[in-house]
């Protein structure tokens, strides 16, 4: 099993700009034939999102990223670190 750690610095907000850099290190780990694709602690959102997670369009924003991200995925399997929501409650997720 290949497994590739997708180390990407990305800008706590930016959360296009963050799926870019996911989308980019995926396609690299696509064409080096990993099986799986690791990416850091909330990478889509950026860490620490701090005040943005009272912002019902950035958690929004995420979970529209994290669902279209999923869509890009050729081969192997990836997780990605985003915000989740069930109900009111909002969780440090990965999927």
Do not use: W
Not at 35 to 42: A, G, H, K, N, S
Not at 44 to 55: A, N, R, S, V
Not at 79 to 89: A, E, Q, T
């Amino acid at each position: 099993m290949r497994i590739a750690f997708a180390q990407i610095n990305p800008t706590v907000g930016d959360i296009a700009g963050n799926a870019e850099l996911i989308i980019d290190k995926i396609k690299e780990a696509e064409e080096n034939n990993c099986d799986l694709t690791i990416f850091p602690e909330l990478a889509l959102t950026g860490y620490p999102p701090e005040d943005l997670i009272f912002k019902p369009s950035f958690i929004s924003d995420n979970l529209t990223a994290s669902k279209d991200l999923s869509r890009m995925i050729n081969k192997g399997a990836v997780l990605i670190g985003f915000i989740d929501k069930s109900g009111s409650h909002l969780y440090n997720a990965l999927g």
